[in-house]
T-cell receptor, first 110, second 114 residues
Framework: GEDVEQSLFLSVREGDSSVINCTYTDSSSTYLYWYKQEPGAGLQLLTY?????DMKQDQRLTVLLNKKDKHLSLRIADTQTGDSAIYFC??????????FGGGTRLMVKP | DGGITQSPKYLFRKEGQNVTLSCEQNLNHDAMYWYRQDPGQGLRLIYY???????QKGDIAEGYSVSREKKESFPLTVTSAQKNPTAFYLCASSTPEDSNQPQHFGDGTRLSIL
């Protein structure tokens, strides 16, 4: 079966960088996504990376992809209290089907 | 604005009762999905539909049923056969698989047992 794994929890101080890691198993995944979920809400797409890319930067967000190790990371620069949420990585399979990690809860301390 | 609307936001079910969760989208997406989220866990796929009048079981379909009579609508019924229905239910939609666009999500329905 396919498993996407993330650490459960990350705590950082406001202004520091946050790095959320994810490992996936399907080497044929075309896209990998990062979603953000605030309490009681749905999932909001943050960013995505195509499988033939190593890095993608979008304002405060940097996504790194290591295909050899099937490792994906999301770096949030200058983390703010509004970044506190659960972050999910997801790998895309044929038919636009997604497999989600269990989510990483990011807590930002003032 | 285009989007996905789930209703109600909160729903309570009595023992032995079926309840239906609504999901409507005006994004003109062909595919729609239902996920279940339990506290501290990721999303698990219940059912999905790639086109009108067709749908497939996901990983945890037992105790649930769906219909897809219109492109815009994909209601989920939680039947009395689902013995542990308390969870957060998320609906999503997407364009065909040759697009780079991801799944878009509604704001969810929280179902609890009375």
């Amino acid at each position: 079966g396919e498993d996407v794994e993330q650490s459960l929890f990350l705590s950082v101080r406001e202004g520091d960088s946050s790095v959320i890691n994810c490992t996936y198993t399907d080497s044929s995944s075309t896209y990998l996504y990062w979603y953000k979920q605030e309490p009681g809400a749905g999932l909001q797409l943050l960013t995505y990376i195509f499988s033939n890319m190593d890095m993608k930067q979008d304002q405060r967000l940097t996504v790194l992809l290591n295909k050899k190790d099937k490792h994906l990371s999301l770096r949030i620069a200058d983390t703010q209290t509004g970044d506190s949420a659960i972050y999910f990585c997801a790998e895309r399979h044929a038919g636009n089907m997604l497999t989600f990690g269990g989510g990483t809860r990011l807590m930002v301390k003032p | 604005d285009g989007g996905i609307t789930q209703s109600p936001k909160y729903l309570f079910r009595k023992e032995g009762q079926n309840v239906t969760l609504s999901c409507e989208q005006n994004l003109n997406h062909d595919a729609m999905y239902w996920y279940r989220q339990d506290p501290g866990q990721g999303l698990r796929l219940i059912y999905y539909s790639q086109i009108v009048n067709d749908f497939q079981k996901g990983d945890i379909a037992e105790g649930y049923s769906v219909s897809r009579e219109k492109k815009e609508s994909f209601p989920l019924t939680v039947t009395s056969a689902q013995k542990n229905p308390t969870a957060f239910y998320l609906c999503a939609s997407s364009t065909p698989e040759d697009s780079n666009q991801p799944q878009h999500f509604g704001d969810g329905t929280r179902l609890s047992i009375l």
